[in-house]
T-cell receptor, first 112, second 111 residues
């Protein structure tokens, strides 16, 4: 079964530092997403990416966030200056056509 | 914005019992998906339902989509401890496939 791979599984960073969360989507998928889940809360949409550009982003996805697909296989989420409230599980997902998402196992980001 | 309401929020049952969880919306679903999420893991797709009145079975799990496509249920027969998890209903919000998640039903099956 093809998988979406995320690294690292857990990252601890100091407030104000930059972090890059990495994802390798399923190879023939065309749509890529980042979602996050703050502990005890709903899964929230951050951004969708298609054809090498952002197709939609939520109000959470402000100027501190950016996404990139640097080499045709990796899909990254960068947070430029982390805040305490950025602590969450970040899930990458990819999709082919009308089928459901395939989610990665997530990166737990802890900002201290 | 379509609101997805899941009930109950929490369900604790003994192994061998049956359970049903529900997902309701204020508007018509174009399609609906059910996921199960275990602690520290990403959600895993269980099923997609598209047609009003549709029933799908996945081993001991039975998924129903309401005739009016505004509600769905997940029924587990003879629950096992391995069924423990957060069950999420999810529906697409637009053509880019941005999905909206319900808050989930936490199911705990004890031996």
């Amino acid at each position: 079964e093809p998988e979406v791979t995320q690294t690292p599984s857990h990252q601890v960073t100091q407030m104000g530092q930059e972090v890059i969360l990495r994802c390798v989507p399923i190879s023939n998928h065309l749509y890529f997403y980042w979602y996050r889940q703050i502990l005890g809360q709903k899964v929230e949409f951050l951004v969708s990416f298609y054809n090498n550009e952002i197709s939609e982003k939520s109000e959470i996805f402000d100027d501190q966030f950016s996404v990139e697909r640097p080499d045709g296989s990796n899909f990254t989420l960068k947070i430029r200056s982390t805040k305490l409230e950025d602590s969450a599980m970040y899930f990458c997902a990819s999709r082919q056509g009308e089928r459901g998402y395939t989610f990665g196992s997530g990166t737990r980001l802890t900002v201290v | 914005t379509q609101l997805l309401e899941q009930s109950p929020q929490f369900l604790s049952i003994q192994e061998g019992e049956n359970l049903t969880v529900y997902c309701n919306s204020s508007s018509v679903f174009s399609s609906l998906q059910w996921y199960r999420q275990e602690p520290g893991e990403g959600p895993v797709l269980l099923v997609t339902v598209v047609t009003g009145g549709e029933v799908k079975k996945l081993k001991r799990l039975t998924f129903q989509f309401g005739d009016a496509r505004k509600d769905s249920s997940l029924h587990i027969t003879a629950a096992q401890p391995g069924d423990t998890g957060l069950y999420l209903c999810v529906s697409p919000t637009d053509s880019w496939g941005k999905f909206q998640f319900g808050a989930g039903t936490q199911v705990v099956v004890t031996p």
